[in-house]
């Protein structure tokens, strides 16, 4: 496999799709690792890995849109098909850098409306 950081961020993509966790944390940094979006923020890879395998039930496919890279940061223009009480599509931007060839910081954007009707307050571990 490439060390670039795109191809490294999309192995972790496609090992999140295809539900292999264990596979999907070995991208991730051991040290310094933080991931922030409106729902949820980590600093630890593991609690990170433990949620995404928890929130994956409602993901039902996800569309790359448009990627960006600069240097160790990729940028991609996402579109998520959930379903959580119905059907919804989710357009998102999620922000990747990566440094020594794993995944250091993950910053993603979005509307985040839909999902403060079902949880209350952010999840911060």
């Known amino acids: 496999m490439s060390a670039d950081p795109l191809s490294i961020v999309e192995a972790f993509f496609a090992a999140?799709?295809?539900?292999?966790?264990?596979?999907?944390r070995a991208f991730l940094a051991d040290q310094g690792f933080s991931f922030r979006s409106p729902i949820a923020e980590f600093d630890c890879a593991d609690h990170f890995i433990q949620y995404n395998a928890h929130a994956s039930g409602i993901i039902q496919s996800v569309q790359i849109r448009k990627v960006f890279v600069d240097g160790p940061d990729v940028c991609h223009f996402l579109t998520y098909r959930i379903q959580i009480s119905e059907k919804l599509s989710v357009d998102a931007v999620q922000w990747t850098h990566v440094e020594r060839g794993r995944i250091l910081r993950i910053e993603?954007?979005?509307?985040?409306s839909v999902y403060r009707e079902f949880f209350t307050g952010p999840v911060i571990v």
């Open 16 to 24: 999140r799709d295809a539900f292999d966790f264990e596979r999907a």
């Open 108 to 112: 993603a954007l979005f509307d985040a």
